[in-house]
Each structure stands twice: as C-alpha cells, then as structure tokens.
C-alpha cells in the first residue's frame, strides 16, 4: 500500500498562487497514473489533473491554463501549481494513486484509485 501525504494548501486572494505537494511512500510501480482531485462543500469529488508514468498529462476544463501537474520521480512527489485560483477552486484537494491507464480520473470511477492522500485544503476568497 502506497502511502501519500500532500501539503501546500491554505488560504489566498483571487489571482494567487499555490502550490500542492503529494510525497508517496511505498513502490508505486514502473507504468502508473497519479491524480489529484478536488471536493468542494456538497460537490462531488472530481478529477483536476493527471499525470502518467510516461509524463502526459491532463486537465480538467476549468483549470486548463491555469494548473500545473508535475512530478519528481527522484523524490517520489506529485505537484500542483496552481495559478490566478479562483474562489470556484476552493476545496479539499487530494492525490491519488490511479490505475495504469488513468481510469478513476477519465471514468470517473473511484473504484480504480489505489491510494489516496488525507487532503489538503485550499481556500480562495474574493
């Protein structure tokens, strides 16, 4: 079982800046996805970012050009930077550990996720 911490979230302004972390313990394999996701109060829990073992990546809509997902295979970290925030991106922010193939961030089925973080809050006032 691969154990995730993530960092980084606390409270900005619209238009600022931050960055998550997601440090991983335990061997998350050769050929892997990681996500991050976000749970707004009385939202669903949806996929923000991924990112594979081979460096692709993908976002959701609402965060593209705006989001960073990033990986340092050295340390075994995931990061978010996440820019000109929104009060709209207020949430839990959480990493995972998803199927080879991304399927909890594309299907949308958690049932696919691995490992999650404990989650980190993000707050952004207007």
């Known amino acids: 079982q691969v154990r995730l911490v993530e960092s980084g979230g606390g409270s900005v302004q619209s238009g600022g800046s931050l960055r998550l972390s997601c440090a991983a313990s335990?061997?998350?394999?050769?050929?892997?996805?990681m996500d991050w996701f976000r749970q707004a109060p009385g939202k669903k829990r949806e996929g923000v970012a991924a990112?594979?073992?081979?460096?692709?990546?993908n976002y959701v809509d609402s965060v593209k050009g705006r989001f960073t997902i990033s990986q340092d295979k050295a340390k075994n970290t995931l990061y978010l930077q996440m820019n000109s925030l929104k009060p709209d991106d207020t949430a839990v922010y959480y990493c995972?550990?998803?199927?080879?193939?991304?399927?909890?961030?594309?299907?949308?089925?958690?049932?696919?996720?691995?490992?999650w973080g404990q989650g980190t809050q993000v707050t952004v006032s207007s």
């Open positions: 995972a550990v998803d199927s080879p193939s991304c399927s909890a961030y594309y299907r949308g089925d958690h049932n696919y996720i691995k490992s």
């Open positions: 335990g061997y998350i394999g050769s050929t892997y996805c």
């Open positions: 990112i594979d073992s081979a460096g692709r990546t």
